[in-house]
């Protein structure tokens, strides 16, 4: 028997993945990120950093009651960026699993009015690098308007065996999709894809290694945007999404803690799954039913059995972002009204976890949570000073700025690519265009419309 997964072309509709960095331009852009840090924490300790602020509470400044808080918080966050940073040193994909060990894998891929793309969602997953007497795709089509179920049975009957189409009779929602095809499932391990989104041919493989581990119950993939080409708001979102997964998700992996394991590509041990499946379908917050953020109610759910959530760097989807600021718009309401509802679940769920895994989620969640009150306040307190002082403005953007760019170091240790300047242009975007997002969404946490099913 072989002891290589089964081979298979390119999918030729996969974007063409960023160049790798050389060893040499990581231990570079690495050495750049600990000289850069080493200077905010020397700043920082020596006061310079704190010394305007600490002039105005000395002289009485009213200012001072919203200065005292910030610094508290800046202070945190040079700490929990600097835990980080080791962590995220520390972290290293899982191997992927190989001929002999790759467990029986069923893909589940919901579908609702997505038109050709399914199609193509569909043949990334068939072309997988993975044993075919192991691996079974079922795509639900959620009660579509449009020709979905026809691109989905299509792509079945070129894949007999292998692809099983399933439609809804009517529109349910994404997690009654979902459960449709959790419940037919026969795989071990369950691997979810969102159906506008493409996989690279070792993805599956690369999500199956994980589960080597008992502990694990849950894995997600890194996402990149599909899309990143078309246009200024794809190429910010594709550097967002890349530091979000190779530095965020990387740490929180280090302590089997990753918060949410996204729609576009996750997979779940299948016999926890299905314990968890019905109080997960039926979850209800304030009294409505929970119809989004099913990707990190799941991964709740399954820390909540005292199983682990990791991130495997290694595995990629590539999914379409949105290319309007409306769209974006729609979409980080669903996220942080489902975040605000699961935030405070986790809140109950972190005293479970061991010790050490217990004390890092809540220092990062304390210092995440915490950003929101102190922006808020520092932007009362910008209003106020840029009417006296209109410089004041302009020494936020620089700060703005700096900041950024410091972040970038992250990114471009993952990606060799000029795209970094969207992130730092993103940055200026999120603070004057995305500010409300989070406060409306508190307003309208139980509020069940823009829907993406």
């Not at 050495?31 to 002289?59: C, D, Q, W």
């Not at 280090?254 to 016999?271: E, F, H, I, M, N």
């Amino acid at each position: 028997m072989s002891s290589t997964l089964d081979t298979a072309a390119r999918a030729p509709f996969a974007p063409t993945p960023a160049s790798t960095p050389s060893r040499g331009y990581r231990i570079l852009i690495g050495s750049a990120i600990l000289i850069g840090l080493a200077l905010v924490v020397y700043v920082t300790l020596s006061g310079e950093l704190f010394r305007p602020a600490r002039e105005a509470i000395a002289s009485g400044d009213w200012q001072a009651a919203i200065l005292r808080p910030s610094l508290l918080w800046v202070a945190m966050a040079i700490v929990m960026l600097t835990v980080r940073t080791a962590l995220w040193f520390c972290y290293r994909p899982f191997p992927s699993a190989s001929y002999d060990d790759a467990p029986m894998l069923t893909v589940v891929i919901p579908a609702y009015n997505e038109g050709a793309m399914v199609e193509q969602s569909i043949e990334s997953v068939a072309r997988s690098r993975y044993p075919r007497e192991r691996l079974e795709i079922l795509v639900v089509d959620d009660g579509s308007t449009d020709d979905t179920w026809r691109y989905i049975e299509r792509a079945a009957s070129r894949h007999p065996g292998l692809v099983s189409a399933h439609r809804l009779e009517r529109n349910q929602g994404k997690r009654a999709a979902l459960a449709a095809g959790f419940r037919r499932a026969r795989g071990t391990v369950l691997v979810t894809i969102d159906s506008d989104s493409v996989i690279e041919p070792g993805t599956l493989a690369a999500m199956a290694g994980p589960f080597r581990n008992p502990k694990v119950g849950a894995v997600a993939g890194k996402v990149a945007a599909f899309n990143r080409d078309r246009g200024w708001l794809p190429r910010m979102l594709h550097v967002r999404y890349i530091l979000s997964f190779d530095f965020q998700r990387s740490v929180q992996s280090t302590y089997g803690t990753v918060y949410c394991c996204p729609g576009a590509l996750a997979a779940y041990r299948a016999q926890i799954v299905h314990k968890v499946l019905d109080t997960w379908l039926n979850q209800r917050f304030l009294g409505a039913r929970c119809t989004f953020g099913e990707d990190r109610a799941l991964t709740n759910a399954i820390l909540a059995e005292g199983y682990d959530s990791v991130y495997q760097g290694s595995a990629v989807v590539h999914t379409l972002v949105p290319e309007t600021y409306s769209k974006l718009c729609k979409m980080y309401l669903r996220w942080d009204r489902s975040y605000v509802r699961e935030e405070i679940r986790f809140a109950r769920i972190v005293w479970r976890r061991p010790a050490i895994p217990m004390l890092l989620a809540v220092l990062e969640k304390t210092v995440t949570n915490l950003r929101y009150p102190v922006a808020w306040l520092a932007l009362v307190l910008l209003a106020t000073r840029v009417v006296s002082n209109p410089l004041s403005l302009l020494r936020v953007l620089v700060a703005i700025g700096i900041g950024a760019s410091f972040y970038m170091l992250y990114y471009l240790y993952s990606e060799r690519s000029m795209r970094f300047v969207y992130g730092i242009l993103y940055a200026y975007f999120a603070f004057f265009a995305l500010w409300w997002i989070f406060p409306y969404a508190v307003l309208t946490v139980r509020a069940r419309s823009w829907l993406t099913r």
